[in-house]
């Protein structure tokens, strides 16, 4: 098995894989984190002087800190599910927690709920996105960045050139989120898809990023060294690696009174 595809994981199992390789990169994670780093800033732009109602406030997915530290909103709880990112995180208070289980109850009548570069690990973004929304308060904000399925084009390319599987991890459709944040009563104040291009030499470099970054998990089987092989024969030297990001900044409407 080789080592830029390492072991797989069901889908019942891709928490621990995550965990696993977030874990192994947590000491180098913000050096390779530009992208993430750029978008947070970004994020934070859109959400200056945001109308924040009573409720407890938190970043899901917080690593780190990246998207935290720049939003600059107090008493933000810092959760995520690897405990080795939380301790390079200088912020507090800081939880332990799998998203895949939900919220934690404390985090129930949120007047913020932040998160980037998170919900694509979760084994079902659209319901789990719907349910961050339904737990915010009355006039509650979310803020949201998350790559979609338009993203590494030129990876599966490659691949379908190549004749080999591609294994990068399945990506959540940017308007089937928006449709499950829209149903779950979120009305939007900024939405929109972007797109970033990562300069790498060619497809080993860009592979080689995702490890180093500690985003390699993925629930489809790893490809032989021949089938790499294949795989780098088709993608251009000088290709860059494209992302699509989908950002979202949106409130939960207040209930409509009901005149007797």
Known sequence: MNSLHPPTASRA????????????????????ALLQRAVA???????????L??????????GSGLLSRALTVEGLLQLDLCPELLARNPLQPRLVWDLNDGLPAQLQG?????SGF?????????RQLAHWC???????????????????????????AAGVPCTALELPAADRLLNAAAGAGLHPRHSRVLRFSRPHQGGLAALRHLQRLGAG???????????LRRLLSHWPEQEVLTWE????VGHRNHPVAVTP
């Open 41 to 51: 800033c970004r994020l934070a732009h859109l959400c200056r002087d945001l109308p």
């Open 217 to 227: 998990a993925s629930r489809r089987p790893s490809l032989g060294t021949g089938e």
């Open 118 to 126: 998170t919900l694509q690990w979760l084994d079902d973004p659209s």
């Open 13 to 32: 199992g891709l928490s621990g894989l995550v965990r696993q390789h977030f874990g192994r990169r947590a000491a180098g994670y913000e050096a390779q």
């Open 53 to 62: 109602p009573a409720g407890p406030r938190a970043d899901l997915g917080a």
């Open 134 to 160: 339904r737990a915010l308060a009355p006039g509650g904000w979310l803020a949201l960045a998350v790559p979609t399925a338009g993203s590494f084009p030129q990876w599966h390319r490659a691949a379908a």
């Open 110 to 114: 949120a007047g913020l709920l932040a």
């Open 245 to 248: 990001v989908l950002l979202l």
